[in-house]
């Protein structure tokens, strides 16, 4: 039973115009949320985080929103870049945080 | 300072063999996460070693084993090999444990035939 899910594998975005991924979260006991992103043959790098009790966090051009209510967050590029393309992993934390519930993760392709 | 590094970095072996994989932590590390990454299942969770001591367990079968050594690094059992394990494995390190800390390794790509 998967408790995170990104239900878009993939998703092609022009170079300039902002990417949107989604991802959704069956468990309301998560404390944390992270997304990762991963290059072929390389292993998934922290991208940006945020904690339950925030609504967003903005690093540069990447900004996540968490809506708690509806179970979902989602990671905004803006602009998004030829080498932003990667796949892309939302994460959740448990209460003992030492444990990571991921999504199936989600293809970015960004367009020159 | 070096990352997280793992051997094999690919390895093909036969339904019903059995596979280990290694991987050094960053120096300094004392938490080592494995993970399997398969097409549409994302990453799941496999165990976590800190200390030699597994601390967490995921919703993987008893063929599914590791260890942790005294200088960290940690190795992946796989027995009874099947098809359906082939994937790729990553390994995670962490100064703490805690999971906002990770760092992962490149991973091993295991094919079962």
């Known amino acids: 039973d998967q408790q995170v899910k990104q239900n878009s594998p993939s998703l092609s975005v022009q170079e300039g115009r902002i990417s949107i991924l989604n991802c959704d979260y069956t468990n309301s006991m998560f404390d944390y949320f992270l997304w990762y992103k991963k290059y072929p043959a390389e292993g998934p790098t922290f991208l940006i985080s945020i904690s339950s009790i925030k609504d967003k966090n903005e690093d540069g051009r990447f900004t996540v929103f968490l809506n708690k209510s509806a179970k979902h967050l989602s990671l905004h590029i803006v602009p998004s870049q030829p080498g932003d393309s990667a796949v892309y992993f939302c994460a959740a934390i448990g209460k003992d945080f030492n444990k990571f519930y991921f999504g199936s993760g989600t293809k970015l392709n960004v367009k020159p | 300072k070096a990352g997280v590094t793992q051997t094999p970095r690919y390895l093909i072996k036969t339904r019903g063999q059995q596979v280990t994989l290694s991987c050094s932590p960053i120096?300094?590390?004392?938490?080592v996460s494995w993970y399997q990454q398969t097409p549409g299942q994302g990453l799941q969770f496999l165990f976590e070693y800190f200390s030699e001591t597994q601390r967490n367990k995921g919703n993987f079968p008893g063929r599914f084993s590791g260890r942790q050594f005294s200088n960290s690094r940690s190795e992946m059992n796989v027995s009874t090999l099947e098809l359906g394990d082939s994937a790729l494995y990553l390994c995670?390190?962490?100064?703490?444990?805690?999971?906002?800390?990770?760092?992962f390794g490149p991973g091993t790509r295991l094919t079962v035939t």
């Open positions: 995670a390190s962490s100064p703490t444990g805690r999971a906002t800390e990770q760092y």
């Open positions: 120096s300094g590390h004392r938490s």
